[in-house]
Nanobody, 124 residues
Framework: QVQLVESGGGLVQAGDSLRLSCAAS????????MGWFRQAPGKEREFVAA????????YYADSVKGRFTISRDNAKNTVYLQMNSLKPEDTAVYYC?????????????????WGQGTQVTVSS
């Protein structure tokens, strides 16, 4: 049974930092690309960042480029999202997802497995 468990969300002020973690089990983690997506109230789920199976390729939404960093530790079956200079518009539920094709993708439909999400709230 595949499980993706996000953690690290919380309530912070604008300009603060958070690091999200996503621990994976039940899959060959080192062969999967991993992605982070987010969904704000009343909005569609949107791509945030993705990383290829070996970490050699990363992709970011324009809205987070330069502020967020995705990374992975295949020995720990964990993917991270370091979020700096947070803004109120970053407020959302953040989800991690796994794509067995391995290269990384911005399209949510290609991701096979999803976590339950972790809430990030940024106050102004």
């Amino acid at each position: 049974q595949v499980q993706l468990v996000e953690s690290g969300g919380g309530l912070v002020q604008a300009g603060d930092s958070l690091r999200l973690s996503c621990a994976a089990s039940g899959l060959s983690f080192r062969s999967f690309a991993m992605g982070w997506f987010r969904q704000a109230p009343g909005k569609e789920r949107e791509f945030v960042a993705a990383i290829s199976w070996g970490g050699g390729y990363t992709y970011y939404a324009d809205s987070v480029k330069g502020r967020f960093t995705i990374s992975r530790d295949n020995a720990k079956n964990t993917v991270y999202l370091q979020m700096n200079s947070l803004k109120p518009e970053d407020t959302a539920v953040y989800y991690c997802a796994a794509d067995r094709r391995g290269q990384g993708d911005t399209n949510a439909y290609v991701y096979e497995y999803w976590g339950q999400g972790t809430q990030v709230t940024v106050s102004s």
